[in-house]
């Protein structure tokens, strides 16, 4: 399994970017994938997960709102689109995978891609 994770930057507090990940390797959909994100000097943070069964989102509070996870299910591409980002949204974002929900949820996931840095910042 390879996941290929894009799309960070630095942005002005209250815009908008689009992470990309791209995920090979699985069989079938009975897995999921997710993002998690590590800002400097903090515990890591779950910041959303996307069950490829049935494509339900799940969302911590702390983001819930302004944070979209979706798939292109043609490519299996999941994409996390972060809207109204704030300064605290700063952090390397990894995407990862596993075939259970719940790992992904807590961080247990067997499989993560590289990180991709997001700077909030005016």
């Known amino acids: 399994v390879q996941l290929q994770a894009s799309g960070g930057g630095l942005v002005q507090p209250g815009g908008s970017l689009r992470l990309s990940c791209a995920v090979s390797?699985?069989?079938?959909?009975?897995?999921?994938v997710g993002w998690f994100r590590q800002a400097p000097g903090k515990e890591r943070e779950w910041v959303s997960a996307?069950?490829?069964?049935?494509?339900?989102?799940y969302y911590p509070d702390s983001v819930k709102g302004r944070f979209t996870i979706s798939r292109d299910a043609a490519s299996t591409t999941v994409f996390l689109q972060m809207d109204s980002l704030k300064v605290e949204d700063t952090a390397i974002y990894y995407c990862?995978?596993?075939?259970?929900?719940?790992?992904?949820?807590?961080?247990?996931?067997?499989?993560w891609g590289q990180g991709t840095l997001v700077t909030v910042s005016s």
């Open positions: 990862i995978a596993d075939t259970g929900l719940w790992a992904v949820i807590t961080g247990a996931a067997q499989y």
């Open positions: 390797g699985f069989t079938g959909n009975a897995y999921a």
């Open positions: 996307i069950d490829f069964l049935n494509d339900q989102p």
